[in-house]
């Protein structure tokens, strides 16, 4: 890939730099999910941090990360306090007998007023998303958050998880922005890298942080490293 500029930092109110508890730790490895789909996922409604049930497709998404991750010595599960994530994780806690630690620092970013929307045919919300689109970082949709926002506040999640969990093996079952960010923080990666990661709602990414930190992805049956953009294997 060629090579991308890296955000201008000093301009910005939260940086994508992981925590300094990073340098020289002990092999961390992060299994990070996206929730099974929803409902609304299936009617293309905007979520956010409304709070809409697992579709019947989500529930057997919720078992087939059981399947990928059950060989795993797992030490805590993580999710939002979304029902979504918490639904997800539930058949993998069960399994493993470990309790699910929710942290609303992990909901999924607000889009206020567009939550429950439909974009195909509301001609309002297409004004807006589009604004939101064009200036992710700093516009807020009226009763919303920005990347920034979200930013903010996963850094005290991701610092208290690196120092917590040195030499163990941890899921976290966020949402579709909240993962985009973990892993751009974890890999230190631009905006122009984040925006673009993609995640399923059946698609597992692992971050490896020892030292050098690595991320791979679980992908027809296949661990591959890098993230996925466009539908295909990257690494940045």
């Avoid at 309002?124 to 903010?152: H, S």
């Avoid at 490896?208 to 466009?230: A, C, K, N, P, S």
Wanted: glycine fraction near 8%; proline fraction near 5%; aromatic fraction near 8%.
């Amino acid at each position: 890939m060629r090579h991308l500029k890296r955000f201008d930092h000093d301009n910005l109110k939260v940086s994508l730099t992981a925590p300094a508890s990073m340098k020289c730790a002990p092999l961390i490895k992060i299994y990070l999910a996206r929730h099974g789909e929803t409902t609304w996922n299936a009617e293309g409604k905007i979520q956010g941090q409304s709070d809409p049930e697992l579709s019947p497709r989500g529930y057997r998404q919720s078992l087939i990360l059981l399947e990928q991750i059950k060989k795993r010595p797992l030490s805590a599960i993580y999710t939002s306090s979304l029902q979504r994530s918490i639904l997800t994780a539930q058949p993998v806690a069960q399994y493993f007998g470990l309790p699910i630690q929710r942290r609303s620092e992990l909901n999924e970013i607000a889009f206020g007023i567009l939550e429950g929307r439909l974009l195909q045919v509301d001609g309002e919300a297409q004004i807006e998303w589009e604004r939101f689109k064009n200036d992710r970082l700093t516009y807020r949709i009226p009763g919303a958050e920005n990347y920034q926002d979200v930013a903010q506040r996963l850094k005290p999640f991701l610092t208290n998880i690196l120092s917590h969990h040195q030499g163990q093996e941890i899921l976290v079952v966020g949402h579709r922005v909240v993962n985009q960010l973990l892993i751009g923080m974890l890999l230190n990666y631009p905006m122009e890298i984040v925006l673009r990661i993609e995640q399923a709602n059946d698609l597992l990414y692992l971050v490896q942080v020892d030292g050098e930190t690595r991320v791979f992805h679980y992908l027809d049956g296949e661990i591959r490293e890098g993230v996925v953009m466009g539908g295909k294997s990257i690494i940045p």
